[in-house]
């Protein structure tokens, strides 16, 4: 038979290197080790917090570089600047900053600025269907009047009182809303096409049309923009796309 020699006891009856030496040790190591343990949660804290808020001499560029891409990297581009009516560039001296936008659809009415100041538009409550017209001192540019015209069930006659007895060097700002052509006669398109207008001739129900015109001028109007409703073509069902448009017109010499 096999026997196993009995360990070493302690007089107090433990054996010797037993549970109660280790126990010691342990106890003696767990307070510097739980320390060590907070410096190090402490620490690693400390830079994801400088890496997420990204602050300035956190000391570890290296790190966010990591974590950044290179979108978010690249310094961003100043907002583009915008003048006069929202144009991208200022206009030449003797010149008058426009932006027109016709009315979309029978939804949204149209709008005219000139040198910042809006014209017409829905908010100030002065545009509605059919022709909305602003005439503007060409010399000065102010504002002389502005009306709207409703050119499917109105009285085409208000209209030609309106553009018959125009000054030389008067501004005509036009822009149409649903149907700006219905009520035109002969004399009307005549009257237009003596501000300058190409497509008021053959300006139909509901198209879509922008001008800028002035009394007394010898050649075609270069602002003028003009989209045909067309079943094929139309953005909006019934009606053509809103045109818009912006510029600079020439201050008029004379406006008696």
Known sequence: MLCFPQSARSPNGETAGGPSS??????????????????????????????????????????????????????????ARKYKCGLPQPCPEEHLAFRMVSGAANVIGPKICLEDKMLMSSVKDNVGRGLNIALVNGVSGELIEARAFDMWAGDVNDLLKFIRPLHEGTLVFVAS????????????????????????????????????????????????????????????????????????????????
């Open 22 to 79: 280790a126990g010691e040790v342990d106890m003696r190591l767990a307070g510097p080790l739980r320390i060590v343990a907070l410096i190090i949660t402490a620490g690693l804290t400390w830079i994801v917090i400088s890496i997420l808020l990204g602050r300035p001499g956190s000391g570890f560029p290296r790190i966010q570089q990591l974590f950044t891409s290179p979108e978010n990297s690249v310094t961003a581009e100043p907002r």
């Open 177 to 256: 809303y649903d149907d700006p052509a219905t009520k035109m006669n002969e004399e009307t398109r005549k009257l237009f096409s003596e501000l300058g207008s190409r497509n008021a001739k053959e300006l139909a129900f509901r198209d879509s049309w922008v001008f800028v015109g002035a009394k007394g001028v010898q050649d075609k109007s270069p602002f003028e923009q003009h989209v045909k409703n067309s079943k094929h073509t139309n953005k909006y069902e019934g009606w053509p796309e809103a045109l818009e448009m912006e510029g600079c017109v020439p201050r008029r010499s004379t406006a008696s």
